[in-house]
């Protein structure tokens, strides 16, 4: 979806054409002191992870809490340089980069004093758009997507589910081909979560963007996704890579199906073994 503003020279392009992000032998440790003495050590966060995203996938990221996951978002986003490994993207090694993905943590980061339609354009004028031609391009989003007529609110007057989708459109408008999601609807009661997996499911279809998705809830990962990567232990490593072979566009129905039932066991199995192995 192009969406072109008031100056003919000014193009917001919003989709759809993910990219392919490779996550090659990242690895993370940090420096600790040890007790007693003035000397240092590393501890390893994360070891070799080696993760692909396609094109237009959704890829989800399961692992029990301290296996790194949030660590290798923040790799990939640029905010942390890893201890070995690369971060590709279309195949050109952008390790330690800002600015090339989007990225929306589990709180929406919402600012309290603008409203819904500054806050969702704020990634546009970061990256330099005026801020006429970034509110042209965001009030067709924000009517499309239910928000039409709260632009003008302020996020404390908005419900839980409208703050994340006020916050994902802020990530879907920063106009990057790859998202990473960490967690988004953890905070959300289970209606309100069912409902924005099914709206993420309608933007996917939509802008076919690249979605990384980090959540520990397995029927979360096994509804919107692609395949599945499960992490455990510390360090962190991937243990099982899962394709998730159900039919596209999900409903509500596939939930219901032998073949979901097969991989929730699947993923749990994994997680409840001490190694993250299969016995």
């Known amino acids: 979806m192009t969406v072109i503003v008031d100056r003919p020279s000014t193009v917001v392009d919003t989709g759809p054409a993910g990219s392919t992000l490779e996550v090659v032998g990242i690895g993370k440790t940090y420096p600790r002191q040890v007790a007693g003495t003035k000397r240092s050590e590393d501890v390893p966060v994360l070891s070799p992870v080696d993760i692909v995203a396609r094109p237009g996938e959704f890829v989800s990221i399961v692992g029990p809490s301290g296996c790194g996951k949030s660590t290798l978002f923040s790799i990939v986003a640029g905010l942390e340089t890893p201890s070995e490994g690369s971060i590709l993207i279309d195949g050109v090694d952008h390790t330690g980069e800002t600015g090339l993905v989007g990225y929306m943590l589990q709180k929406d980061l919402l600012m309290p004093w603008r409203s819904v339609l500054a806050n969702v354009v704020l990634g546009l004028e970061v990256r330099g758009v005026r801020r006429a031609d970034a509110v042209a391009a965001a009030r067709p989003l924000l009517r499309e997507y239910g928000l039409g007529d709260y632009e003008d609110a302020k996020p404390g007057q908005l419900s839980g589910g409208m703050r994340q989708r006020a916050a994902l459109l802020r990530t879907l408008l920063f106009n990057r081909q790859i998202m990473l999601l960490d967690e988004p609807f953890g905070a959300l009661d289970a209606q309100t979560r069912l ?85």
């Open 195 to 279: 409902q924005m997996q099914m709206w993420l499911l309608e933007v996917q279809a939509t802008f076919a963007k690249t979605i990384v998705f980090v959540t520990h809830d397995i029927d979360e990962a096994v509804f919107l996704s692609d395949r599945i990567y499960v992490m455990h232990g510390k360090p962190g490593e991937v243990v099982r890579e899962i394709r998730v072979d159900l039919p596209r566009p999900r409903t509500l129905e596939a939930t219901g199906s032998a073949a979901f039932g097969r991989y929730k066991d699947e993923v749990r199995s994994i997680l409840m073994t001490p190694s993250g192995e299969l016995t």
